[in-house]
C-alpha cells in the first residue's frame, strides 16, 4: 500500500497524484492524509468499510480475509489514522503550499506534479521514460503550439527556433525529454501534414468535416487480453437483422446532423469492433450496402475496415470489401508464435496469417495494416524478434505497435492468480527481477545495465520499422502499459490512417454507432474562449444486449448531444 501525505493544495489534485505515482509502483493501494482526514483508494469495499467503522468507533478494525482483492498485499487491520507502518510500502509526502501557485488550474497542477514526480524518482531510483505525463494523448500537448507557431508566419513554416522553445515548455512543465519527446515532436509535426491531405483532396479542411466509426462487437473468439465490448459472432446471430436495423437508423441520424443541418463533410468512415469480418458474406455485403445507402461519399478520402483476426478472412470477404471502395484493412497478426496464439485464445496458425495478408494483396489492397502487442504472455525478445522478422518480410504499408495494457475486463485480470506465474515483459516485478540480475550481471563484466526486456522489444520494433521505412505518424498511451511505454503508429508515407489522427487527437468530431461505441463531438471553444476547442462525449453503453434492448434510449442520447453543436 502507498501512502499519500497531501496538504489542501495538493489534495485538489490527488486522482493525479494517484496515477502518477502508479507509473513507479503499479498495481498498489492508496491511503490518503489529507486536512480533511485519511481515506482509502483503489482498495476493495470491505478495507473502505474496515477504515470506517475504526474511525467510528476509534478502535482498530480488521478485514475480511476472503474478500481481500490481494492476498499478497492485504491489510489485516486498520485504525482510525489508517494502516500499520509495516504495511506500507512507500510514504510521499506533497505540500504544494511552498510552490509559487498562480491559481490556474493547468499550470498549477503541472508545478504539483513536477514536484511529486521529483520526489518519486529519488524514493524509487527510478525515471520514467514519459516523465509525468499521465495522459493518453501526448502529441495533442505539442500541436497547438506547433498550429501557433506556423500561424505566424506567411509561410506556415516551423522554425528551429520555434521547435526549442516547444521542446523547453514540454521539458519543463512534463519532466519529459530525450528520446520520447523527440519522438512527440517529429509526430506532431508530421500530423500537420498529413492532415493537409484532406484539404488538398476536397477542398475542405479537416475542421469542416467529420468522421464515422462503425462498432461490429463480434468475434470468432475472445482474446486472453481484450477489454472490449466484443461477443463470440455465434451467440448473437439470431438478431443480427435488429442489430443492422438500429445500426441504419443510428448513422441516418448522425448523417442527417452532420452533414445536414451542420453542413459538414463526412471525410473518413472507420468500421472496428470486434472484428468486422466475423460476419459472415451475406451480412458483410449488407453492411456495405447499408453504409453506402446511409452516407455520402462524396467527400470520403479513407475508408478502413479491420479485418483483423485471420480466420475470419477468405476470398469471397476480401472481395465484398473491395468493390464497396474499402481502401485499407487490418490483418492482425499480434504475434507469429504458435504457442502465443493458442495461449492467448486465438484458434488460427501462423500460417493462416501469412496466407490471409497474401490473399489480400492478391484482390488488390495496397493499404494494409498489421498490429502487434508487446509483452504478451510468455514471449521474451527472442520471441518478438523472430515476430519482426516475419514482418519484415511481408513487408505491410503500417505497423501498429502495441505495448500490453491489462485492462480490469480482460481475461488476463480476472484470472491473475492463474497467469501470476507466466513470464510478461514489463510487469513491474519482471522488471525489479531483471534490473537485479542486469545489475550483478554489469559488475561482473564492469558494464551499466540501460533497458528492461519491455523497453528492447520496443526498440526491436523501431528499429524494424525504420528498416521497412515506415515513420511513426501517430501514437497514444493507456493506463497499466507494460513498462510504462506507449502505443506507436509506423507507415510508408503516404499510407497514414487519417481517422488513427482525427479520433486520437481529437481533430474534429468522431460519431460511434453501434453497441459499445464512443461519440465524441468537438465544439469550437471552450467557455468563451476563442481557438479552445471543447469536447463533448456520449456513449452507446457496455454490452450488446443492452444497446439492442434500449436503443432508442441511445438515440435519443445522441440527439441531444447533436443540439449542443448550432
Same mark, same amino acid.
Given at each position: 500500500?502507498?501512502?499519500?501525505?497531501?496538504?489542501?493544495?495538493?489534495?485538489?489534485?490527488?486522482?493525479?497524484?494517484?496515477?502518477?505515482? #502508479?507509473?513507479?509502483? $503499479?498495481?498498489?493501494?492508496?491511503?490518503?492524509?489529507?486536512?480533511? &482526514?485519511?481515506?482509502?483508494?483503489? %482498495?476493495?469495499?470491505?478495507?473502505?468499510?474496515?477504515?470506517?467503522?475504526?474511525?467510528?468507533?476509534?478502535?482498530?478494525?480488521?478485514?475480511?480475509?476472503?474478500?481481500?482483492? =490481494?492476498?499478497?498485499?492485504?491489510?489485516?487491520?486498520?485504525? /482510525?489514522?489508517?494502516?500499520? @507502518?509495516?504495511?506500507?510500502?512507500?510514504?510521499?509526502?506533497?505540500?504544494?503550499?511552498?510552490?509559487?501557485?498562480?491559481?490556474?488550474?493547468?499550470? @498549477?497542477?503541472?508545478?504539483? #506534479?513536477?514536484?511529486?514526480?521529483?520526489?518519486?524518482?529519488?524514493?524509487?531510483?527510478?525515471?520514467?521514460?514519459?516523465?509525468?505525463?499521465?495522459?493518453?494523448? $501526448?502529441?495533442?500537448?505539442?500541436?497547438?503550439?506547433m498550429e501557433q507557431a506556423m500561424a505566424k508566419d506567411p509561410l506556415h513554416h516551423l522554425t528551429e527556433e520555434d521547435r526549442a522553445a516547444i521542446r523547453q515548455k514540454i521539458s519543463k512543465e512534463y519532466m519529459l525529454e530525450g528520446e520520447k519527446l523527440e519522438l512527440v515532436m517529429e509526430i506532431a509535426e508530421r500530423e500537420q501534414q498529413i492532415l493537409g491531405r484532406i484539404l488538398a483532396k476536397t477542398g475542405r479542411s479537416y475542421q469542416e468535416g467529420w468522421s464515422l466509426y462503425i462498432g461490429i462487437p463480434f468475434c470468432p473468439t475472445r482474446c486472453l487480453y481484450c477489454s472490449f465490448l466484443s461477443n463470440t459472432i455465434d451467440h448473437w446471430e439470431s438478431r443480427l437483422s435488429l442489430y443492422f436495423e438500429h445500426l441504419a437508423s443510428e448513422i441516418r441520424l448522425a448523417v442527417s446532423e452532420m452533414s445536414g443541418r451542420l453542413g459538414k463533410t463526412l471525410q473518413t468512415i472507420y468500421i472496428g469492433g470486434g472484428t468486422p469480418t466475423a460476419l459472415n458474406a451475406f451480412w458483410l455485403k449488407r453492411l456495405m450496402e447499408?453504409?453506402?445507402?446511409?452516407?455520402?461519399?462524396? &467527400?470520403?478520402?479513407?475508408?478502413?475496415?479491420?479485418?483483423?483476426? /485471420?480466420?475470419?478472412? @477468405?476470398?469471397?470477404?476480401?472481395?465484398?470489401?473491395?468493390?464497396?471502395?474499402?481502401?485499407?484493412?487490418?490483418?492482425?497478426?499480434?504475434?507469429?508464435?504458435?504457442?502465443?496464439?493458442?495461449?492467448?485464445?486465438?484458434?488460427?496458425?501462423?500460417?493462416? %496469417?501469412?496466407?490471409?495478408?497474401?490473399?489480400?494483396?492478391?484482390?488488390?489492397?495496397? =493499404?494494409?495494416?498489421?498490429?502487434?502487442?508487446?509483452?504478451?504472455?510468455g514471449e521474451k525478445l527472442p520471441e518478438v524478434t523472430d515476430t519482426l522478422c516475419e514482418i519484415a518480410r511481408l513487408k505491410p504499408d503500417s505497423l501498429t505497435v502495441h505495448t500490453l495494457a491489462v485492462k480490469r475486463a480482460a481475461r488476463l485480470t480476472l484470472e491473475r492468480d492463474y497467469w501470476a506465474g507466466v513470464y510478461r515483459a514489463g510487469d513491474e516485478q519482471e522488471i525489479v527481477r531483471e534490473t537485479e540480475l542486469a545489475h550483478q550481471a554489469d559488475q561482473d563484466a564492469g558494464l551499466t545495465f540501460r533497458y528492461p526486456e519491455i523497453t528492447r522489444m520496443m526498440m526491436a520494433a523501431e528499429y524494424t520499422a525504420a528498416l521497412l521505412d515506415l515513420k511513426p505518424y501517430y501514437l497514444y498511451r493507456q493506463k497499466n502499459m507494460a513498462g510504462n511505454l506507449e502505443n506507436v503508429g509506423y507507415c510508408l508515407e503516404g499510407k497514414e490512417c487519417l481517422y488513427n489522427i482525427l479520433m486520437m487527437e481529437e481533430k474534429h468530431s468522431v460519431i460511434g454507432c453501434g453497441a459499445g461505441t464512443s461519440t465524441k463531438l468537438v465544439l469550437p471553444d471552450k467557455d468563451g474562449i476563442s481557438g479552445q476547442k471543447r469536447v463533448e462525449r456520449c456513449d452507446n453503453g457496455k454490452s450488446i444486449g443492452e444497446y439492442m434492448d434500449h436503443f432508442e434510449k441511445y438515440k435519443e442520447r445522441k440527439l441531444r448531444l447533436f443540439k449542443m453543436f448550432t
Open positions: 500500500m502507498i501512502r499519500l501525505i497531501l496538504d489542501k493544495e495538493a489534495a485538489e489534485y490527488e486522482q493525479d497524484l494517484r496515477e502518477l505515482t #502508479k507509473q513507479f509502483y $503499479p498495481g498498489e493501494d492508496f491511503e490518503i492524509h489529507t486536512p480533511d &482526514g485519511v481515506h482509502l483508494s483503489e %482498495t476493495t469495499q470491505e478495507e473502505k468499510n474496515a477504515l470506517k467503522k475504526a474511525q467510528e468507533s476509534g478502535t482498530a478494525a480488521r478485514v475480511n480475509r476472503k474478500s481481500a482483492k =490481494n492476498r499478497s498485499h492485504m491489510v489485516m487491520e486498520l485504525t /482510525p489514522e489508517g494502516a500499520a @507502518d509495516d504495511a506500507i510500502r512507500l510514504s510521499l509526502t506533497v505540500h504544494a503550499a511552498e510552490l509559487p501557485l498562480t491559481g490556474d488550474r493547468r499550470t @498549477d497542477k503541472s508545478m504539483i #506534479k513536477a514536484l511529486a514526480y521529483q520526489k518519486l524518482t529519488g524514493l524509487s531510483g527510478k525515471a520514467l521514460p514519459w516523465g509525468d505525463l499521465t495522459g493518453i494523448r $501526448p502529441v495533442s500537448l505539442v500541436s497547438p503550439m447499408l453504409v453506402h445507402e446511409e452516407c455520402d461519399f462524396s &467527400g470520403v478520402v479513407e475508408f478502413t475496415v479491420e479485418a483483423g483476426r /485471420p480466420d475470419s478472412i @477468405d476470398r469471397e470477404k476480401l472481395e465484398i470489401l473491395k468493390a464497396a471502395g474499402v481502401d485499407r484493412i487490418s490483418v492482425n497478426p499480434q504475434t507469429f508464435q504458435q504457442k502465443t496464439l493458442e495461449l492467448i485464445g486465438r484458434k488460427h496458425s501462423v500460417e493462416e %496469417t501469412i496466407a490471409a495478408y497474401r490473399l489480400a494483396r492478391e484482390v488488390g489492397f495496397n =493499404n494494409i495494416n498489421m498490429d502487434i502487442i508487446l509483452g504478451l504472455p
